[in-house]
Nanobody, 119 residues
Framework: QVQLVESGGGLVQAGGSLTLSCAASGSTFTLNSMSWFRQVPGNERDSVAVITSIGTTNYADSVKGRFTISRDNTKNSVYLQMDNLKPGDTAVYYC?????????????WGQGTQVTVSS
């Protein structure tokens, strides 16, 4: 079973920066795409950024030029560098990973980490 553990959320002023981290652990597995989503209470969970196993990235329009997703395949980890944060970025951020185990494909979510941006 693959699990994701996130860290790095917190409270920051508008214009500030935060870095989120997410590490995968478990038995034998291969990671394919890794992503960050965010959710505000009462709204759907929205994709923020995704990175493939070969490093191709894609971002939501609202974060392009401010957020950077990266991964370290040696550590089974993905990161989200968030710069020039805005109050509208306030949300719970979730890490997502897709991959394969000997039992077949999987999709797993992290527990979520709160990011609050004050004006």
């Amino acid at each position: 079973q693959v699990q994701l553990v996130e860290s790095g959320g917190g409270l920051v002023q508008a214009g500030g920066s935060l870095t989120l981290s997410c590490a995968a652990s478990g038995s034998t597995f291969t990671l394919n795409s890794m992503s960050w989503f965010r959710q505000v209470p009462g709204n759907e969970r929205d994709s923020v950024a995704v990175i493939t196993s070969i490093g191709t990235t894609n971002y939501a329009d609202s974060v392009k030029g401010r957020f950077t997703i990266s991964r370290d395949n040696t550590k089974n980890s993905v990161y989200l560098q968030m710069d020039n944060l805005k109050p509208g970025d306030t949300a719970v951020y979730y890490c997502n990973a897709r991959g394969l185990t000997p039992r077949g494909p999987f999709t797993v979510w992290g527990q979520g980490t709160q990011v609050t941006v004050s004006s």
